[in-house]
Protein backbone atom coordinates (compact mmCIF):
# COMPACT_ATOMS: atom_id res chain seq x y z
CA UNK A 1 0.00 0.00 0.00
CA UNK A 2 1.35 3.70 -1.25
CA UNK A 3 2.89 5.51 2.15
CA UNK A 4 3.81 8.91 2.82
CA UNK A 5 7.37 8.85 3.96
CA UNK A 6 9.67 11.06 5.98
CA UNK A 7 13.34 11.84 6.13
CA UNK A 8 15.02 11.72 8.81
CA UNK A 9 13.33 10.28 11.36
CA UNK A 10 14.98 12.03 14.27
CA UNK A 11 17.21 15.67 13.66
CA UNK A 12 18.72 17.57 16.82
CA UNK A 13 20.09 20.98 15.94
CA UNK A 14 21.59 24.12 17.55
CA UNK A 15 19.38 26.95 17.54
CA UNK A 16 19.82 29.60 15.00
CA UNK A 17 20.80 26.85 12.29
CA UNK A 18 18.92 25.98 9.30
CA UNK A 19 17.13 22.24 8.99
CA UNK A 20 15.08 21.11 6.05
CA UNK A 21 12.83 17.77 6.46
CA UNK A 22 11.96 15.75 3.17
CA UNK A 23 8.77 14.22 2.66
CA UNK A 24 8.05 11.67 -0.48
CA UNK A 25 4.53 12.27 -0.78
CA UNK A 26 1.67 9.33 -2.77
CA UNK A 27 3.12 9.37 -5.80
CA UNK A 28 -0.21 10.15 -7.80
CA UNK A 29 -1.48 12.79 -4.92
CA UNK A 30 -1.24 16.43 -5.53
CA UNK A 31 -1.69 17.99 -2.58
CA UNK A 32 0.65 18.59 -0.02
CA UNK A 33 0.73 19.42 3.90
CA UNK A 34 2.80 20.01 6.49
CA UNK A 35 1.77 19.89 10.25
CA UNK A 36 3.64 20.19 13.38
CA UNK A 37 2.62 18.58 16.95
CA UNK A 38 4.74 19.89 19.80
CA UNK A 39 4.98 17.31 22.74
CA UNK A 40 1.87 16.11 24.10
CA UNK A 41 -0.21 18.50 22.13
CA UNK A 42 -2.52 18.76 19.39
CA UNK A 43 -1.68 18.37 15.79
CA UNK A 44 -1.68 21.71 14.22
CA UNK A 45 -1.56 23.27 10.51
CA UNK A 46 1.52 24.75 9.14
CA UNK A 47 1.13 24.71 5.55
CA UNK A 48 -0.53 23.72 2.26
CA UNK A 49 1.21 23.13 -1.73
CA UNK A 50 -0.31 22.41 -4.80
CA UNK A 51 0.93 23.05 -8.06
CA UNK A 52 4.18 24.69 -7.16
CA UNK A 53 2.29 27.15 -4.60
CA UNK A 54 0.98 27.49 -1.23
CA UNK A 55 -2.28 27.44 -1.20
CA UNK A 56 -2.44 28.40 2.66
CA UNK A 57 -0.41 29.06 5.79
CA UNK A 58 -1.30 28.94 9.18
CA UNK A 59 0.08 32.17 11.69
CA UNK A 60 2.98 29.90 12.56
CA UNK A 61 4.13 29.75 9.57
CA UNK A 62 6.76 32.72 9.16
CA UNK A 63 9.09 33.75 7.48
CA UNK A 64 11.66 31.48 8.90
CA UNK A 65 9.31 28.74 7.21
CA UNK A 66 9.37 27.80 3.60
CA UNK A 67 8.62 25.06 1.52
CA UNK A 68 9.55 23.67 -1.75
CA UNK A 69 8.55 20.38 -4.25
CA UNK A 70 12.34 20.49 -5.70
CA UNK A 71 11.48 17.63 -7.95
CA UNK A 72 9.06 15.64 -8.94
CA UNK A 73 8.95 13.49 -6.09
CA UNK A 74 9.81 14.79 -2.79
CA UNK A 75 8.44 17.85 -1.00
CA UNK A 76 10.55 19.53 1.40
CA UNK A 77 9.77 21.86 4.73
CA UNK A 78 12.60 24.36 5.72
CA UNK A 79 13.09 26.16 8.76
CA UNK A 80 16.18 28.78 8.26
CA UNK A 81 16.96 29.97 11.84
CA UNK A 82 15.61 27.60 14.25
CA UNK A 83 14.24 28.35 17.65
CA UNK A 84 13.66 26.38 20.57
CA UNK A 85 9.87 26.48 20.16
CA UNK A 86 10.32 25.23 16.81
CA UNK A 87 11.05 21.61 19.01
CA UNK A 88 8.11 19.16 17.66
CA UNK A 89 7.47 16.34 15.76
CA UNK A 90 6.48 17.67 11.77
CA UNK A 91 4.17 15.66 9.74
CA UNK A 92 3.78 15.82 5.96
CA UNK A 93 0.65 14.72 4.71
CA UNK A 94 -0.79 14.18 0.90
CA UNK A 95 -4.19 13.72 -0.27
CA UNK A 96 -5.48 13.32 -3.94
CA UNK A 97 -7.56 16.33 -4.21
CA UNK A 98 -7.88 19.42 -1.70
CA UNK A 99 -11.39 19.39 -0.72
CA UNK A 100 -13.03 16.60 1.44
CA UNK A 101 -10.43 14.60 0.59
CA UNK A 102 -8.72 11.70 2.72
CA UNK A 103 -5.12 12.96 4.23
CA UNK A 104 -2.68 10.13 4.54
CA UNK A 105 0.51 11.37 6.73
CA UNK A 106 3.95 10.66 6.85
CA UNK A 107 5.77 8.86 10.29
CA UNK A 108 7.10 12.23 10.93
CA UNK A 109 9.91 13.84 12.11
CA UNK A 110 11.09 14.81 15.18
CA UNK A 111 12.94 17.91 15.48
CA UNK A 112 15.02 18.43 18.40
CA UNK A 113 16.06 22.18 18.75
CA UNK A 114 19.56 22.81 21.55
CA UNK B 1 5.98 31.56 29.68
CA UNK B 2 6.90 27.75 29.29
CA UNK B 3 4.08 25.64 27.51
CA UNK B 4 2.42 23.11 28.87
CA UNK B 5 1.24 19.93 27.27
CA UNK B 6 -2.88 19.00 27.51
CA UNK B 7 -4.29 16.72 29.61
CA UNK B 8 -6.28 14.56 27.42
CA UNK B 9 -9.12 12.53 28.52
CA UNK B 10 -8.89 9.35 28.46
CA UNK B 11 -10.88 5.85 28.12
CA UNK B 12 -9.49 2.49 29.20
CA UNK B 13 -11.53 -0.93 28.29
CA UNK B 14 -11.64 -4.21 28.71
CA UNK B 15 -10.93 -6.47 25.31
CA UNK B 16 -13.69 -7.24 23.71
CA UNK B 17 -15.86 -4.04 24.92
CA UNK B 18 -17.72 -1.96 22.83
CA UNK B 19 -15.73 1.95 22.79
CA UNK B 20 -16.84 5.57 22.52
CA UNK B 21 -14.80 8.42 21.95
CA UNK B 22 -16.32 11.42 21.92
CA UNK B 23 -15.36 14.80 19.95
CA UNK B 24 -16.91 18.26 20.00
CA UNK B 25 -15.72 20.35 17.24
CA UNK B 26 -16.03 24.11 16.87
CA UNK B 27 -16.70 25.49 13.19
CA UNK B 28 -19.95 25.04 12.67
CA UNK B 29 -19.20 25.17 8.76
CA UNK B 30 -17.29 22.77 8.64
CA UNK B 31 -18.58 19.89 6.42
CA UNK B 32 -16.45 16.96 6.41
CA UNK B 33 -14.70 14.96 9.85
CA UNK B 34 -12.09 12.75 9.88
CA UNK B 35 -11.14 10.44 12.87
CA UNK B 36 -7.62 9.62 13.15
CA UNK B 37 -5.77 7.00 15.28
CA UNK B 38 -2.09 8.07 16.26
CA UNK B 39 0.38 5.26 18.06
CA UNK B 40 3.28 6.25 19.88
CA UNK B 41 5.64 7.85 17.67
CA UNK B 42 3.95 7.50 14.36
CA UNK B 43 1.76 9.39 12.27
CA UNK B 44 -1.80 9.81 12.34
CA UNK B 45 -3.51 6.89 10.53
CA UNK B 46 -6.63 7.34 8.88
CA UNK B 47 -9.65 5.35 10.45
CA UNK B 48 -13.20 6.31 8.73
CA UNK B 49 -14.08 10.22 7.42
CA UNK B 50 -17.96 10.98 7.01
CA UNK B 51 -19.45 14.27 4.98
CA UNK B 52 -22.32 16.57 6.74
CA UNK B 53 -24.58 15.13 4.75
CA UNK B 54 -24.48 11.62 6.57
CA UNK B 55 -25.22 10.83 10.21
CA UNK B 56 -23.65 7.80 10.69
CA UNK B 57 -20.83 5.62 8.60
CA UNK B 58 -19.50 2.43 9.25
CA UNK B 59 -16.76 0.79 8.52
CA UNK B 60 -14.74 -2.38 9.77
CA UNK B 61 -15.01 -2.68 13.38
CA UNK B 62 -16.11 0.95 13.40
CA UNK B 63 -18.95 3.55 13.07
CA UNK B 64 -18.83 7.43 13.31
CA UNK B 65 -21.80 9.38 14.17
CA UNK B 66 -21.97 13.33 13.03
CA UNK B 67 -24.50 15.26 15.29
CA UNK B 68 -24.50 18.53 13.56
CA UNK B 69 -27.14 20.31 15.57
CA UNK B 70 -24.65 19.94 18.68
CA UNK B 71 -21.38 19.86 16.81
CA UNK B 72 -20.26 16.24 18.23
CA UNK B 73 -18.86 13.28 16.50
CA UNK B 74 -18.50 10.15 17.88
CA UNK B 75 -16.04 6.87 16.85
CA UNK B 76 -17.25 3.51 18.29
CA UNK B 77 -14.95 0.73 17.87
CA UNK B 78 -16.54 -2.22 18.32
CA UNK B 79 -15.17 -5.62 19.76
CA UNK B 80 -12.24 -3.43 21.09
CA UNK B 81 -8.85 -5.01 20.86
CA UNK B 82 -5.41 -4.52 22.57
CA UNK B 83 -4.17 -3.06 19.17
CA UNK B 84 -6.60 -0.29 19.48
CA UNK B 85 -4.37 1.27 22.01
CA UNK B 86 -3.32 4.66 20.75
CA UNK B 87 -4.65 7.99 21.12
CA UNK B 88 -7.66 9.06 18.45
CA UNK B 89 -8.25 13.15 17.23
CA UNK B 90 -10.92 13.64 15.33
CA UNK B 91 -10.11 16.42 12.64
CA UNK B 92 -12.13 18.65 10.60
CA UNK B 93 -12.57 20.30 7.22
CA UNK B 94 -13.97 23.52 6.87
CA UNK B 95 -16.75 24.06 4.27
CA UNK B 96 -16.48 24.47 0.12
CA UNK B 97 -17.95 28.07 0.64
CA UNK B 98 -14.57 28.89 3.35
CA UNK B 99 -11.33 29.49 2.27
CA UNK B 100 -9.70 27.00 3.52
CA UNK B 101 -10.27 23.82 1.59
CA UNK B 102 -7.39 21.66 2.51
CA UNK B 103 -6.99 22.75 6.05
CA UNK B 104 -7.54 20.14 9.00
CA UNK B 105 -8.49 21.66 12.55
CA UNK B 106 -7.59 18.59 14.73
CA UNK B 107 -9.18 17.81 18.04
CA UNK B 108 -7.17 17.45 21.36
CA UNK B 109 -7.51 13.75 21.50
CA UNK B 110 -8.24 11.13 23.20
CA UNK B 111 -6.16 8.54 25.05
CA UNK B 112 -8.08 4.72 24.34
CA UNK B 113 -6.09 2.19 26.42
CA UNK B 114 -6.82 -1.34 26.00
CA UNK B 115 -6.40 -4.04 29.05
CA UNK B 116 -6.62 -7.93 27.94
Known amino acids: EPEVTQTPSHQVTQMGQEVILRCVPISNHLYFYWYRQILGQKVEFLVSFYNNEISEKSEIFDDQFSVERPDGSNFTLKIRSTKLEDSAMYFCASSETEYQETQYFGPGTRLLVL | GESVGLHLPTLSVQEGDNSIINCAYSNSASDYFIWYKQESGKGPQFIID?????DKRQGQRVTVLLNKTVKHLSLQIAATQPGDSAVYFCAENPSLGGTSYGKLTFGQGTILTVHP
Open chain 2, 50 to 54: IRSNM
